[in-house]
T-cell receptor, first 112, second 111 residues
């Protein structure tokens, strides 16, 4: 089954404790990205990766890092989480930016 | 960067009526406009998209129109059904590789 998986689905943590949210796709897609969803703000792009060689910032990259060492995986790293990073996070993948984005099920993160 | 505005933020319609959601964008270089539907507890799913060389596209009860001169595009859902209740997002993609979403419209279809 073609899918994008994210782990964990739910996470409660404390300020400053490093965490990683994993994202994996099995469709051999080149383009992957991370979004955060907040009430009234819609989906905002954090980082994107056109392929394993190119990764760049989206609209809200502050406080986040990503890594694209292999095509299928695109983890999101929060080195020192803060309460303003409490949000619902989605990973997505597609062949290119102008193709259908396939979203993962989401990760709900709470930073206390 | 691209700025996408979406209206209304909430929309309640009677089952069988039509629903219209409108979006405007700022970057005239934008050339791809997808619409995503997000059901409760799930990730968004593409329902329809339109490219800049097309003015209108239809897929069964769903249609999208694009006015490049005015820089706005709209989603039309006809004969609404309870399963159309969801959050809908428009998006625009300029010539860079970022995807900018609108803030979303929560559609409720009343039985």
């Amino acid at each position: 089954e073609a899918q994008v998986t994210q782990n964990p689905r739910y996470l409660i943590t404390v300020t400053g404790k490093k965490l990683t949210v994993t994202c994996s796709q099995n469709m051999n897609h080149e383009y992957m990205s991370w979004y955060r969803q907040d009430p009234g703000l819609g989906l905002r792009q954090i980082y994107y990766s056109m392929n394993v060689e190119v990764t760049d910032k989206g609209d809200v990259p502050e406080g986040y890092k990503v890594s694209r060492k292999e095509k299928r995986n695109f983890p999101l790293i929060l080195e020192s989480p803060s309460p303003n990073q409490t949000s619902l996070y989605f990973c997505a993948s597609s062949w290119t930016i102008t193709d259908t984005q396939y979203f993962g099920p989401g990760t709900r993160l709470t930073v206390l | 960067g691209e700025n996408v505005e979406q209206h209304p933020s909430t929309l309640s319609v009677q089952e069988g009526d039509s629903a219209v959601i409108k979006c405007t964008y700022s970057d005239s270089a934008s050339n791809y406009f997808p619409w995503y539907k997000q059901e409760l507890g799930k990730g968004p799913q593409l329902i329809i998209d339109i490219r800049s060389n097309v003015g209108e596209k239809k897929d069964q009860r769903i249609a999208v129109t694009l006015n490049k001169t005015a820089k706005h595009f709209s989603l039309h859902i006809t004969e609404t059904q309870p399963e159309d209740s969801a959050v809908y997002f428009c998006a625009a993609i300029p010539n860079d590789y970022k995807l900018s979403f609108g803030a979303g419209t929560t559609v409720t279809v009343r039985a």
